[in-house]
């Protein structure tokens, strides 16, 4: 009795054993098939700029302007056709600043949906970024990145305040890619951010000689914005032939130029107000142009007479040299006092460089 026991017992722990190294086996299978990516989202802190036609030079984007929500972003496998393979979740999102770049470091394993479609152990493929988006909807088989950019989801609503974050979007396409299994894939192109909304920005430039040192604008007003628009361009793409409106409806909503926001005061060296828009359709014929209202705190309530800045390179002619107000520019529009006490405008129209430069 004593010798059966003791062989049922030398069964069970072989089994146990036997199915112990099963196990082992399976899990080194599995990391062995298993691939790592690492890859980096890149947010420039410089972009080229044309100053009123004349000059170009180089600008600073704020932390609030560069920042990503680790917990609200998605991003997605595209084959290079524009048609969806997966989505990719990292174990791992680390943030670095440096003097050029803000830059977010994930790592993760790529799908197994992903990896099915190596060719002698090389890929191609699209990764799409999605962040600070204010819905995500999982892309479903058969899903183009122009229907996710012009889902119903993918709309966002205008900041009233700097407790929201601006929407980002990225793509970029990598060819050749090639694939080890227990290995890591360390794609070395980071992907640039675009961002969805445009910064309108007003400095007033005191001058001491004019004893202009205590005056100070007391609102700034923008007349004309579309109080929605899309999180992404239109067609998923980065518009690299000049830059096509991505309007909710194609067009600007009713009565948009009844729309009013106020401008934030930021600390600065010289007085500036900023504000955050969705594009503006601000050229098309019949479209009704926007414009900001500047009032002063020398001006009393009862007084009306306010001044007016318009989206145009000459003040004096809108019609002929207006431009609209797109996604990822900085708009800025410097005012000073001449010596005979008269309002002067300079335009700054920041615009975008596609060479992976998207940033204020």
């Keep these: 009795m004593k010798r059966w026991f003791l062989y049922i017992g030398a069964c069970l722990l072989a089994f146990v054993c036997f199915a112990c190294t099963d196990e082992m086996e399976a899990d080194g299978n599995s990391k062995e098939r298993s691939v790592k990516l690492q890859l980096q989202l890149s947010l420039p ?11 170009s030079g180089f600008e600073a984007g704020s932390k609030y302007e560069n920042y990503i929500n680790v917990n609200s972003y998605r991003i997605y496998f595209f084959s290079t056709d524009d048609n969806y393979i997966a ?58 990145l122009e229907t996710i950019c012009n889902a119903d989801w993918a709309q966002f609503k205008i900041l009233e305040s700097f407790k929201n974050l601006i929407p980002f979007y990225g793509v970029n396409e990598y060819e050749d890619v090639p694939v080890q299994y227990g290995g890591t894939i360390t794609l070395e192109e980071s992907i640039p951010l675009l961002r969805a909304m445009a910064k309108v920005e007003v400095v007033l430039n005191k001058e001491d000689e004019l004893n202009t040192e205590e005056m100070s604008f007391s609102n700034v007003t923008l007349h004309g914005y579309n109080s929605k628009g899309y999180c992404a361009p239109r067609n998923g793409a980065y518009p690299q032939n000049g830059h096509i409106l991505h309007l909710v409806g194609n067009k600007n909503e009713d009565n948009a130029i009844e729309n009013t926001i106020s401008f ?39 007084d009306k007479k306010d001044f007016v800045i318009h989206f145009a390179d000459d003040q004096t002619d809108i019609k002929k040299t207006s431009f609209d107000i797109t996604r990822n520019h900085l ?26 430069d998207f940033i204020f």
């Excluded at 802190?45 to 000059?55: G, H, K, L, Q, V």
């Excluded at 791992?92 to 394993?109: D, H, I, Q, R």
């Excluded at 708009?331 to 992976?356: C, H, M, Q, S």
């Design 45 to 55: 802190m410089d972009a080229s700029a044309r100053t009123t036609r004349m000059t």
């Design 87 to 144: 989505r990719f979740i990292p174990s791992k999102t680390v943030m670095a600043e440096a003097t050029e770049y803000t830059l977010y470091s994930v790592e993760g394993e790529v799908p197994e949906d992903v990896l099915r479609r190596a060719s002698n152990n090389v890929m191609d493929f699209k990764i799409v970024v999605l962040a600070n988006w204010e819905n995500y909807e999982e892309p479903k088989a058969g899903s183009t």
């Design 264 to 302: 934030l005061q930021t600390q600065s060296d010289k007085e500036t107000w900023i504000a955050y828009v969705p594009e503006y359709d601000n050229t098309s014929k019949g479209a009704n142009a926007a414009y900001i209202e500047l009032r002063f705190d020398i001006q009393t309530e009862t």
């Design 331 to 356: 708009y800025r529009f410097n005012v000073t006092i001449d010596p005979k006490g008269n309002l002067a405008v300079e335009v700054n129209d920041w615009e975008n460089v596609f060479n992976n």
